[in-house]
């Protein structure tokens, strides 16, 4: 029976001073942001996922969104140098901790790449050209999934961070999407669920045993998957919200035999 694994850091106490690049500034309460953040693992471990806590980074305000330095296939962990070159630093910790559970590759400069855009599906790897991506990034996962059995469609986008920032997959050929921000037409053999007009930042969902982990303040999108047969797990992520993050951002999900 596989197992879920979770990595996710401690938020750090710089971060209010987090990159930010389509929200503007407001302050932010770390010690709120903390407080979210263990409710958001006690979810993931309420839904029987082991997670494990890396110790936090000093001085690496966005350091807990450890999404980014890494794409885990069900083969490899490919590590990736990230768009932000003040967060590159990270990366090193992070293959320490996947190294436990998944042979390394790593994409070359000048490729850039952010977990954050890449979406899977089956063998899918759905890759967003968000300033943090690029074609050479792109190219470079390409190849290397390529040798086992995985495709790379690129998606165009703009508006947004990432491109789980405005769609995520929740299960049952089903998309949350904010079609603002993401080209729809790559994704014509899905059924998709369009983020409440009021709720831009609705469609960042993490899917983890058929359950579909929403921030609490998208009450409307929340409303919108719970209609469509989908079972709804909320948390409140409105501080760490202020650091442009969402569910996906503060974990690495994937599965061990």
Not at 50 to 67: C, I, T
Not at 77 to 88: C, E, H, L
Not at 141 to 166: E, Q
Not at 189 to 204: Q, R, S
Request: charged residues 25%.
């Amino acid at each position: 029976m596989p197992k879920t694994i979770a990595i996710t850091r401690m938020v750090s106490d710089a971060l209010a001073l987090c990159e930010l690049t389509f929200i503007d500034r407001q302050p932010i309460n770390v010690q709120r942001a903390r407080r979210e953040h263990r409710d958001y693992i006690a979810i993931l471990e309420s839904l029987g996922v082991e997670v494990v806590q890396l110790p936090e980074l000093p001085g690496m305000p966005d350091s807990v969104f450890v999404e980014d330095p890494a794409v885990v296939i069900d083969e490899v962990a490919i590590i990736t140098p990230m768009g932000s070159d003040a967060r590159r630093n990270e990366a090193a910790s992070i293959a320490e901790a996947l190294e436990k559970y998944r042979s390394l590759v790593y994409l070359d400069p000048p490729a850039t790449l952010e977990g954050g855009d890449v979406m899977m599906i089956g063998r899918t790897l759905y890759v967003g050209r968000s300033s943090r991506t690029n074609a050479e990034g792109a190219r470079q996962l390409a190849r290397i999934v390529d040798r086992y059995g995985y495709r790379v469609v690129p998606v165009t986008m703009h508006g947004c961070l990432h491109l789980k920032t405005g769609c995520t997959y929740i299960g049952d050929k089903t998309i949350v999407i904010n079609n603002n921000w993401i080209d729809t037409s790559a994704f014509g053999e899905y059924e998709l669920i369009e983020v409440h007009i009021d709720e831009p930042f609705g469609a960042n969902t993490l899917t983890i045993n058929e359950h579909v982990i929403v921030p609490s303040e998208m009450e409307s999108t929340s409303k919108l998957i719970t209609a469509r047969g989908f079972d709804v797990v909320t948390v409140e992520l409105s501080e760490l919200a202020k650091a442009e993050a969402g569910a996906t951002c503060l974990s690495i999900v994937f599965d061990v035999a």
